[in-house]
């Protein structure tokens, strides 16, 4: 199995500190670093001149340079065009394009320098496009994504049918797990691909990853402990991943695919005035669908320029929700902070809100019991007849809400 690690220039180390990360990696047979030069919270000012400098660093030490590529990518490294010559003139090895580019693009590309596919959100129209376009696939392999924000990783099963997908194409299929002991900003809760793995070290993860198909690992946080890359590269590790490896040719899934937007009674739980009308709208679940909950694609495009103030009573809230619901609530919960919470059932409608940063208008519907969080206002609940429909909203299906 093929290891990596992650460095972010501009955020969350010093020069110097990266450099000794990369040695120790090399030194324990890491061969892969990734890199994204998008981050809104980088610092411009030194992102660049120590980007380029780590870059060839790890290019002298052997190591594999993937770097997430978009057109802010231009800016941050001061290049006139994205092409293949400019961007292995910055000592980048591997450009992961998951920016829209067409398959013509991609194509050329692969055709130059190695490319990587968004593993997530790969289908088989991308693929064969890719094809016709005479892609060299010897130049290509697939990363599916991290999720920074809890409960928006993917299932497990999502990441073995588009392993598979693939493998039926001979595209590696690589994967993120989360450092428990070093975590990124601003979040600081891990950056696995496989949300149920949040929260398993990366040397207990490799094993399970490998069973669903994945070719290789790259630990996504930046600070992980010398321990914890001891852990992963020992080879008692990486064999036990070997034996339980498989590649597993499931079937395509076939997907429900409605006619119109389907309809979701809800109850709506909060007065403020955006609510309604932004709950008016059309939504669709995201292309990599979280194991948790229903991510909608466009609510933080849509609410960007709202003012999203905290909302939270839950004693009010409980008060408020639907008597059938009563029975959902498991009792306090302890929370990381030491504070005690109830859980929100099943079809409990969130608005991130201002203190979620990035995120903030982020719409979900959760597809589990959750607890409270006070960076998430609670606006509705689905109605406890419409609850079962929520498993039919897979990757990329419509929805509307009914209130």
Sequence with gaps: MKLGISIYPGLDADREQSLQFLKNAAALGY???FTSLHLPESNAATLRNDAIYLFSFAEQLGMEVIADISPLTLKVLDIPELTPDNLKKMHITTARLDFGLTPETAAAFSREMNIQLNASTARSVQLHAL?????????????????????????????????????????????FAASQTGKRGPLYAGLPSMESLRNTAPCDAAPILTAIGCDSLIIGDSNPSLKELEALADPSTLAKADARYSRKALPPKKEWQPDKPLPLHIHVLSSAPYVKPLLSGTFTNRPDPAADVIRTNESRAIAKDLAILPERNENKLIAEMPKEYAAVFAGPQLLANGKRSSLLPTGTILLDNDNYGRYKGELQILMAPQPFDP?????????????????????????????
């Design 31 to 33: 061969k892969r670093v």
């Design 131 to 175: 094809l016709k376009a005479n892609a060299d696939f010897s130049r290509i392999d697939g990363q599916h994504n991290f999720y920074p924000r809890p409960h928006t990783g993917l299932s497990s099963e999502t990441i073995q049918r588009q392993n598979a997908l693939l493998h039926r194409h001979e595209i590696s299929a690589g994967v």
């Design 375 to 403: 960076r998430s206002n609670v606006i509705a609940q689905v109605r406890k007849e419409d609850v079962p429909l929520l498993s039919l909203i897979t990757a990329e299906i419509p929805f509307r809400f009914l209130m």
